[in-house]
């Protein structure tokens, strides 16, 4: 048995490569593994104009329906983008969300894993889009105006991602050092690059995002590896 962790796969249908990596990687789990994923399994677009009737077509939703068919033990957690999916993941999946975060131990190490959003570091108007009023009024708009309104977020998130991530890393930095006597190992979602600090106490992993490429960390009873798969190879960091 090993388990499993990742997150943001912000799965949307008008980006399936997504759904097939998901797919791909879900279909190399055995029927005995756990999987957790931390948030941002589907992106605010999916939320708000995607999830009803055909979305539940999705590549990457039927491989963990079919995951969990198969013996496998999938716990979902929320993230910024797909808070109120829930009710709509247990109707799709069979599961809801377990909880905000979810303490586990593996070979005797002690893993406490969240999204990281609501840590301190997100800025007012990210906070504004995870509320109801924002996905009911975004999934309204005509489609050219919502297309233009997600290029310029993801433009935004470019600009400005290396700061982001700078001040995200110190502030769940921060986290992981207050939790030190609870766990051996914090895991976050959230941030969209992987790193993998060793050096601290507890152990801290950032997942990262699988918008160009497929991460995760696989834990078993000797070990815990983040691994990045990118242009169908698996690096290990």
């Known amino acids: 048995m090993a388990l499993y962790f990742l997150s943001d796969v912000h799965l949307r249908l008008d980006r399936p490569e997504r759904a ?3 797919s791909r990687f879900v279909a190399s789990l055995g029927e005995s593994d756990q999987l957790v994923v931390v948030g941002d399994l589907c992106d605010f677009w999916f939320a708000s ?3 009803r009737g055909w979305a539940r077509r999705c590549e990457g939703l039927l491989s963990l329906s079919s995951f969990r ?3 496998g033990v999938l716990t979902l957690l929320p993230g910024n983008h ?3 999916l829930g009710p709509f993941f247990e109707s ?3 599961t809801g969300f377990a909880g905000d975060a979810i303490d ?3 070979g005797g190490v002690r893993y406490r894993a969240t999204h990281g959003h609501r840590l301190g570091a997100r800025s007012p108007w990210k906070g504004a889009m995870e509320s109801r009023t ?3 009024s975004f999934a309204a708009l005509p489609g050219p105006l919502a297309n233009v309104l997600d290029g310029l977020l993801d433009s935004t998130n470019k600009i400005t991602r290396d700061a982001i991530q700078t001040k995200h890393l110190a502030i769940l930095r921060r986290r992981a050092d207050r939790i030190a006597d609870q766990t051996d190992c914090c895991v976050f979602g959230h941030i969209h ?3 993998d600090d060793r050096e601290g106490t507890p152990r801290m992993v950032l997942l990262g995002g699988w918008h160009d490429r497929s991460s995760y960390l696989r834990v078993d009873d000797h070990s815990a590896q983040l691994v990045v798969v990118e242009d169908g190879g698996d690096l290990g960091l």
């Open 104 to 106: 586990l131990t593996v």
């Open 69 to 71: 068919s198969r013996g």
């Open 193 to 195: 690059v992987t790193h």
């Open 82 to 84: 797909d808070g109120w």
């Open 49 to 51: 104009r995607e999830r």
């Open 20 to 22: 097939r990596r998901l």
């Open 92 to 94: 799709v999946l069979g």
């Open 134 to 136: 924002f996905l009911h």
